[in-house]
C-alpha cells in the first residue's frame, strides 16, 4: 500500500481512471489517502461510486464499451450481441456495462446475451442504479487487478 498512498496524484488519477472513467470518483479515491491496507482502499472505491451524480454516471459509462468475446464465438452470436446492443443503447442512450468478472468463459456470451435481454424491460431509472452498480462491480474489479500488477 505504501506505493499507492505515495504515488504522485496525477499518476495516481490516471491508474483510476482506468478503473472507473470519472474524474470526481478518480479525485475522491486519491484524495482520500493514505490508507491503511487494500480493503480500506476498496471500500473507499466502493463508497466514492456509490456517490456518483448522474453526471459522473454519464461520463464513466461513455468511456465504457461492451464486454469482449472469447475469440472462437461464432459469428452469429456477434450479430445477435449487436442487435441487442443497438436496442439497449436506443432505449436507455448509453452502453450496456456488465461485471463479468465470475463468468468463465463459455458461459461469457450467454450470461452477456440474457442479461442485456433482460434489462432491456427495465424502467430508465431501475436501468441507471443497476448500471451504476455494475460500473461500481467493474470499478473494484479493475482496481483489484491493478493492485496484484503493482504487487500489492
Do not use: K, Q
Amino acid at each position: 500500500m505504501e506505493h499507492f498512498n505515495t504515488a504522485p496524484a496525477e499518476n495516481l488519477r490516471h491508474m483510476l481512471l482506468s478503473c472507473l472513467h470519472s474524474l470526481r470518483w478518480a479525485r475522491r479515491v486519491a484524495d482520500h489517502r493514505p490508507y491503511p491496507d487494500a480493503d480500506a482502499l476498496l471500500a473507499a472505491a466502493d463508497e466514492a461510486a456509490y456517490d456518483l451524480t448522474s453526471a459522473d454516471l454519464a461520463e464513466a459509462l461513455a468511456a465504457e464499451c461492451l464486454p469482449s468475446l472469447p475469440a472462437d464465438t461464432y459469428s452469429a452470436a456477434h450479430t445477435a450481441l449487436s442487435a441487442a446492443h443497438a436496442a439497449y443503447e436506443a432505449r436507455f442512450g448509453h452502453v450496456f456495462v456488465i461485471c463479468l468478472d465470475d463468468a468463465p468463459s463459455d458461459e461469457l456470451l450467454d450470461r452477456l446475451l440474457a442479461a442485456i435481454r433482460s434489462r432491456l424491460t427495465n424502467d430508465p431509472e431501475e436501468e441507471r442504479a443497476i448500471a451504476a452498480e455494475e460500473l461500481r462491480r467493474l470499478a473494484r474489479g479493475r482496481l483489484v487487478n491493478a493492485l496484484r500488477s503493482a504487487g500489492l
